[in-house]
């Protein structure tokens, strides 16, 4: 496919790793969804003479660094079930463990000695900076105990039963309970969450946003760590999160009651919470935020094959910095920028010029302004996105000057009178340090665009989702 379109950018080309077995490539798909393309990557190796793999796959947004081991690993039969826990336990969670750590170790040390292939050829496109505010998140998915937990259990999801009170080599010592998982490093500073098969696929696809997993994360740790908790399968953890979540609240797990010091979550609790009727509501409304994944991923697609028509920045690097404030909405707001454009695109005419604004009361100091301009067939395509860019670009200073509170601004420029809004650009412009020369360019765009008729009153309109639509048409 990628053969037929011309390359403009072949410096910009990623080829990435797919995963080196079936369940890494399942990994690696998963991950491209939740934490879009951009920022995921396979299979990376550390740039030394054996090509040693780092890690199954590494995420690198911000100041997050996740890193995931993945280990699919026999669970043997030999009469003794403690000893099956334990060779399983070593093999599956105690290996994943030790690269987690050393890949941790590796990335904080060698930052700059990271490929994307086994070869050592290709240079890992992030630069990465350690600093006192980089957060480093472990994660272990384990395959292969789901049916012989299931057996152990006489039923249940196959998920392992979490008890956080089991530490370390409890996990496998002389009274080690089959099919437990508690806190495999007592180190705080090296935490390290267990998924399984019952729960990691489960964990990615509810939570298919980097703001939403991560801060899953998050509140799982402090849970973990401040909590007595058990819990029949990390799916109820998961269901309890996604409660909150659906009721507005996001951070649920971090608010338990103070006087609660121990957590017990039985049954079959996520099952119970995707039959409720406000799950099912949930879902179907989340529905169109997805429009918002598609249009970063198309986007992203085009970046990693050096397809883009036309890019500001000559480095991955620098086009991910354009995209990170888009990439990192959680699915709810996601739902509201997607409601906001779309309902924008079908109410504009065809032949309008249009923009709209959208300001998030929850984050005062980001606007996404959405512009769209129609094309005539007979001007060529690079003759009208480069007018396109350059009207986006004054729009968004215009609307720095209108709304001086706003910091950040995010402009998308669409075609009007595309209904399959064949093209996009996208502009991002940190104004927090506005200067006078700019105010006075702004002023000077303004009364321009006011002079020739291409700004109006802009219109301000109450949005039910709680976000506040600034409308303008002409």
Same mark, same amino acid.
């Given at each position: 496919?990628?053969?037929?379109?011309?390359?403009?950018?072949?410096?910009?080309?990623?080829?990435?790793?797919?995963?080196?077995?079936?369940?890494?490539e399942k990994l690696a798909t998963l991950g491209y969804r939740t934490f879009l393309q951009l920022w995921?990557?396979?299979?990376?190796?550390?740039?030394?003479?054996?090509?040693?793999e780092l890690c199954d796959m590494l995420v690198v947004f911000d100041n997050h660094i996740i890193i995931f081991s993945d280990k699919d690993c026999l669970y043997r039969k030999s009469g003794d079930p403690q000893v099956d826990w334990r060779r399983w336990y070593k093999a599956a969670i105690h290996k994943s463990v030790r690269q987690l750590v050393g890949a941790k170790n590796w990335i904080t040390n060698h930052p700059d000695r990271i490929a994307i292939d086994a070869k050592c050829k290709k240079?890992?496109?992030?630069?990465?900076?350690?600093?006192?505010?980089?957060?480093?998140?472990?994660?272990?998915?384990?395959?292969?105990?789901?049916?012989?937990?299931?057996?152990?259990?006489?039923?249940?999801?196959?998920?392992?039963?979490?008890?956080?009170?089991?530490?370390?080599?409890m996990h496998i010592g002389s009274n080690c309970q089959p099919?437990?998982?508690?806190?495999?490093?007592?180190?705080?500073?090296?935490?390290?969450?267990v998924f399984d098969d019952a729960s990691y696929a489960n964990i990615l696809q509810e939570l298919d946003t980097i703001q939403d997993f991560i801060r899953y994360l998050e509140a799982r740790?402090?849970?973990?760590?401040?909590?007595?908790?058990?819990?029949?399968?990390?799916?109820?953890?998961?269901?309890?999160?996604?409660?909150?979540?659906?009721?507005?609240?996001?951070?649920?797990?971090?608010?338990?009651?103070?006087?609660c010091n121990i957590v017990t979550l039985t049954g079959q609790m996520l099952e119970d919470v995707k039959q409720s009727p406000q799950y099912i509501s949930w879902k179907k409304k989340m529905f169109v935020s997805y429009f918002w994944d598609e249009m970063l991923q198309k986007t992203f697609f085009f970046i990693e094959n050096g397809l883009s028509s036309y890019i500001s920045h000559p480095t991955v690097q620098d086009q991910s910095r354009l995209f990170e404030r888009m990439a990192s909405e959680d699915r709810a707001h996601r739902y509201v920028l997607a409601t906001g454009f779309l309902s924008f695109l079908s109410s504009v005419d065809p032949d309008v010029r249009g923009t709209r604004i959208i300001c998030d009361p929850d984050n005062p100091d980001t606007?996404?302004? *959405?512009?769209?301009?129609?094309?005539?067939? #007979?001007? %060529? +395509?690079? $003759? =009208?996105? !480069? &007018?396109?860019?350059?009207?986006?670009v004054d729009y968004c200073m215009i609307a720095k000057l209108d709304y001086?509170?706003?910091?950040?601004?995010?402009?998308?420029? *669409?075609?009007?009178?595309?209904?399959?809004? #064949?093209? %996009? +650009?996208? $502009? =991002?412009? !940190? &104004?927090?340090?506005w200067t006078d020369e700019q105010q006075q360019e702004a002023l000077s765009l303004k009364m321009e665009y006011q002079r020739i008729g291409a700004?109006?009153?802009?219109?301000?309109?109450?949005?039910?989702?709680?976000?506040?639509?600034?409308?303008?048409?002409?």
């Open positions: 496919m990628i053969e037929s379109f011309h390359i403009n950018y072949p410096e910009m080309v990623v080829q990435k790793s797919k995963g080196l077995t079936e369940s890494e995921s990557y396979p299979n990376p190796y550390k740039m030394q003479d054996n090509g040693q240079k890992f496109p992030f630069k990465i900076e350690i600093t006192k505010d980089t957060k480093f998140h472990l994660i272990a998915v384990a395959h292969g105990a789901s049916e012989r937990c299931k057996e152990h259990f006489s039923g249940g999801d196959g998920g392992l039963c979490i008890n956080n009170q089991i530490v370390e080599n099919f437990y998982i508690g806190q495999v490093l007592a180190d705080e500073q090296n935490f390290v969450h740790k402090e849970l973990l760590l401040t909590k007595a908790v058990f819990a029949e399968s990390e799916n109820n953890i998961l269901a309890l999160h996604i409660q909150g979540v659906i009721r507005g609240n996001a951070h649920h797990l971090q608010i338990l009651s103070e006087d606007a996404y302004l *959405l512009f769209l301009l129609p094309r005539k067939e #007979s001007i %060529e +395509d690079s $003759v =009208y996105r !480069d &007018v396109r860019r350059g009207m986006l001086p509170p706003i910091q950040h601004i995010v402009g998308v420029a *669409l075609e009007s009178n595309s209904k399959e809004y #064949s093209s %996009e +650009d996208f $502009v =991002y412009l !940190d &104004v927090t340090n700004l109006a009153t802009r219109l301000r309109n109450e949005r039910h989702f709680d976000f506040k639509s600034l409308e303008r048409s002409y």
